[in-house]
């Protein structure tokens, strides 16, 4: 199976950036997605962005297009979250997710991710 583990999370003022980090080890997938998602208290989990393993394409959420940035480093077997311009309303746990499959439509749904990481806290203050 896939273990992720994650870093990167914290406190940042509003217009600041933070990297969030996903490293992946045991039976990592050779093609599918790494996706992000993010869950604030007392809201569904929402999709922010997807990447594929090989890092050829991704795939954004329109709240976070032009601001938010998905990269890998595949030497590294990780994945990267780079977020830019943040806002108050980023606020929430952010979970990185593995799955087999690369489809824009089914990879905004956590249906597609069979693997997650612990989660880490972004709180982006006013």
């Known amino acids: 199976q896939v273990q992720l583990v994650q870093s990167g999370g914290g406190l940042v003022q509003a217009g600041g950036s933070l990297r969030l980090s996903c490293a992946a080890s045991?039976?990592?997938?050779?093609?599918?997605?790494l996706g992000w998602f993010r869950q604030a208290p007392g809201k569904e989990r929402e999709f922010v962005a997807a990447i594929t393993w090989s890092g050829r394409r991704t795939y954004y959420a329109d709240s976070v297009k032009g601001r938010f940035t998905a990269s890998r480093d595949s030497a590294k077997n990780t994945v990267y979250l780079q977020m830019n311009s943040l806002k108050p309303e980023d606020t929430a746990v952010y979970y990185c997710?593995?799955?087999?499959?690369?489809?824009?439509?089914?990879?905004?749904?956590?249906?597609?991710?069979?693997?997650w990481g612990q989660g880490t806290q972004v709180t982006v203050s006013s």
């Open positions: 045991g039976r990592t997938f050779s093609s599918g997605a």
């Open positions: 997710a593995a799955g087999p499959t690369w489809n824009t439509i089914v990879i905004r749904t956590s249906a597609a991710y069979d693997y």
